[in-house]
């Protein structure tokens, strides 16, 4: 675990007493269930690619990933105006590429012309169906939907990732408490976003 890591998790607990940002008890926790699952990401993230994050919270993906790949350049969306002092107070402390914008996802969504999302990842939210459909429509060709979850939801999750036409692959983390990241793929030679049906 990288000193910049520790820090960071040092800081976490510290606003928690304040904000809530997370409901892991101890650092090895944190560890173990948040930075881990987190960084099983890292090597599926295109060079210099564009991440959105999506209910940011206490930093979980998005941080880790910051941390380990400072070449991302990431975009937390967290309506909380405290998480979202605490995810700028970590960008300036660690020296992030990160953008903080404290508002719901959805008033990011689409993209600003000529911006595209390579891609999107979100944990600890409980998706709807009608987000997850908005999510992918933001993706180009080749962009990746990113989502940690496990039990009933994650299932939901892949089911309705296949039905939006996306190629998906579960990746088991953890085992108790159950993690798995879905990695949900639009295919290479799909049409970009502006040019997709509505909803899809």
């Keep these: ?4 890591i520790e820090a960071y998790l040092a800081l976490l607990f510290k606003w928690n007493r304040a904000y809530r940002l997370t409901a892991f008890e101890s650092l090895e926790e944190a560890r173990t269930l948040g930075v881990g699952p987190s960084l099983a990401l890292a090597d599926d993230l295109p060079e210099g690619a564009e ?4 209910g940011s919270g206490g930093g979980f993906p998005a941080v880790p990933l910051a941390i380990a790949r400072p070449d991302l350049h990431i975009t937390c969306t967290e309506p909380s105006l ?3 002092a605490f ?19 959805e008033r990011l969504l689409p993209p600003a012309p000529g911006r595209a999302w390579g891609a999107i990842t979100v944990r600890g939210v409980n998706l709807k169906r009608g987000l997850l459909k908005r999510l992918v429509a933001a ?3 080749g962009g990746l939907l990113a989502v940690w979850s496990g039990g009933e939801r994650e299932a939901n999750y892949a089911e309705w990732a296949r039905a939006a ?3 998906v692959e579960e990746r088991k983390l953890l085992d108790t408490p159950p993690v798995t990241l879905l990695l949900a793929r639009v295919p290479r030679g799909t049409v970009a976003a502006e040019a997709r049906p509505a909803g899809v």
Excluded at 90 to 102: M, S
């Design 165 to 167: 036409g996306l190629e």
């Design 82 to 84: 405290g998480k979202a």
């Design 51 to 54: 991440v959105l994050d999506v």
């Design 87 to 105: 995810l700028r107070e970590a960008k300036f402390q660690f020296g992030l590429n990160l953008a903080v914008e404290a508002l719901p996802v």
């Design 139 to 141: 993706l180009p060709p």
């Design 1 to 4: 675990m990288s000193g910049k």
